[in-house]
């Protein structure tokens, strides 16, 4: 039931605050704004060397993002490959090692070999599902479910935002149980965690400012997304979702990477989506955009009014965030730009919402 909405992807799109609220709180003590697992570690976390991640499409994007989370609040060290790669690598793996999958269906293809590829060499496989009776999370030893309810749309939305919520209480769990995380910082980390759904609904209730850049990005046949730490596996994401939703080409790089090869591209025809939350990196990727300005670039700004006065370069578009959204979770909320860039661009060219052409909502084939 889509209810007044024109398309399952709009509703899973203003479910999050709703879904990505109700995950953290299975994953948090909200009384005294701590994590708690509903789960124990049945591996030692204190003796993990590192942690190898696979998953497909944007459930791997959502683990490329926790890399910056695993690695700086539990100081583990992160391998991650997509599915269909890491299944094939013959990877060698850390002695009890720990394996996280992570699939909205829990039944695609290449992650489910990528569990049993990392079984089978002896890791304990935690999954990051939100379909408890998938085959993906039969075959796991952990399982820990994304609250998001059932996903229609092809294009993943909710569940995205969910793992992300996931992964974030997680690394906050490892860093407590590994002794490098104090308890006054996790605190601290879980305060901007609990802010991200108001914020999200803060994101979603501005709109309709969405649509006029969604127009201008119709309108091109290449679009280039940027972005900095956790923000590049967000342009990754961005770009996934222009590309199925609208069938337009996109790329997403790292913003430090652009002079290394794609800056070649710049020129007014193709619009470049800076993704510049305001984080310890945002200087740099301003720089990065002044960069593209300087060479008559298409430039559409998602991020604080900061970061806006800081560029004072000429923008053809901008869409406006919260001035403090979430610090180091910041990926949870700007998340949500991107989807709905998407979102307004496919139905401003009247493209399948839902149901783009030529994919399925879940791969079971390899
Ligand atoms: O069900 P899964 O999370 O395992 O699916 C993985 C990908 O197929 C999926 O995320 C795909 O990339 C989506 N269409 C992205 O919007």
Redesign the pocket.
Known sequence: DKGHYRHYMAKEIHEQPEVVGRTLAHYLDLASGTVRLPFAFDFDARALSRVTIS?????FYAGLLARYWLERFARLSVDIDIASEFRYREAPLPERGLMIV???????AD?LAALRYARAHGQHVLSIVNVETSTIARESDTVALTLAGPEIG???TK?FTCQLAVFACLALALGRARGVLTEEREKELVAELIATPGLMAQVLKDEARIEPVARDVARASSVLYLGRGPSYPLALEGA??LK?LSYIHAEGYAAGELKHGPIALIDFSIPVVVLAPHDASLEKTVSNLQEVAARGGHLILVGPNSAKVAAAADLAGFIEMPETAAGAFAALVYALPAQLLAYHVSVFMGKDVDQPRN?A???TVE
């Open positions: 998953a497909c499409g944007t459930a992570v699939s909205q269906s829990g039944e695609t992650t092809v294009a993943s569940a996934l979702k199925e994919l909502k879940s791969v």
